[in-house]
T-cell receptor, first 115, second 111 residues
Framework: KQEVTQIPAALSVPEGENLVLNCSFT??????LQWFRQDPGKGLTSLLLIQSSQREQTSGRLNASLDKSSGRSTLYIAASQPGDSATYLCAVMRGSGGSNYKLTFGKGTLLTVNP | DAGVIQSPRHEVTEMGQEVTLRCKPI?????LFWYRQTMMRGLELLIY????????DSGMPEDRFSAKMPNASFSTLKIQPSEPRDSAVYFCASRRLDTQYFGPGTRLTVL
């Protein structure tokens, strides 16, 4: 059974700092890995999607990497801003048995960026 | 595009009552998911529909839970009878290619 772990559970940084959020998963047979953002009282918004054959994806100040063999992904946020404050969730999609739909989520990292 | 629409946004009910949650997926998306989010267990997939057909309901906790998708633009998740342990935020999501688009969720409180 796939398990996804995110460390730390919470992180507080001053504005302008670069930061890294970590995600690990137990089964390397994945189809893709996705990072989501969740704001309080709202749904999830997809930030980045990395296919299993890729090593990284970038969008603006965000960069996500994937090391499938070690079961790890990182989300790098450059020059953090107060508007980045949210919970960030990592999710992996199974890559076999016709299950290319089922996302297994980590419990998220609550990020607070202080002005 | 209005995104995924869920109603109600908040529901407070008493134990034993029937609860119906509603979802309208994004037009043109042929996959729909129902999730439940709690502090203890995080986000869990309850059921997955493809082209209005339930494909995987292995996450539905028990027979008190049922879900339907009568057409491509509407789905319901019903809990009957509800129990306090069903209190959670329930999300609906629809999918285009590999990306899932989530609704704002329904916060359910069962007293």
């Amino acid at each position: 059974k796939q398990e996804v772990t995110q460390i730390p559970a919470a992180l507080s940084v001053p504005e302008g700092e670069n930061l890294v959020l970590n995600c690990s998963f137990t089964d390397s047979a994945i189809y893709n890995l996705q990072w989501f953002r969740q704001d309080p009282g709202k749904g999830l918004t997809s930030l980045l999607l990395i296919q299993s054959s890729q090593r990284e994806q970038t969008s603006g100040r965000l960069n996500a990497s994937l090391d499938k063999s070690s079961g790890r992904s990182t989300l790098y946020i450059a020059a953090s801003q107060p508007g980045d404050s949210a919970t960030y969730l990592c999710a992996v999609m199974r890559g076999s048995g016709g299950s290319n739909y089922k996302l297994t989520f980590g419990k998220g990292t609550l990020l607070t960026v202080n002005p | 595009d209005a995104g995924v629409i869920q109603s109600p946004r908040h529901e407070v009910t008493e134990m034993g009552q029937e609860v119906t949650l509603r979802c309208k997926p994004i037009s043109g998306h042929n996959s729909l998911f129902w999730y439940r989010q709690t502090m203890m267990r995080g986000l869990e997939l309850l059921i997955y529909f493809n082209n209005n057909v339930p494909i995987d309901d292995s996450g539905m906790p028990e027979d008190r839970f049922s879900a339907k998708m009568p057409n491509a633009s509407f789905s319901t998740l019903k809990i009957q009878p509800s129990e306090p342990r069903d209190s959670a935020v329930y999300f609906c999501a629809s999918r285009r290619l590999d990306t899932q688009y989530f609704g704002p969720g329904t916060r359910l409180t069962v007293l």
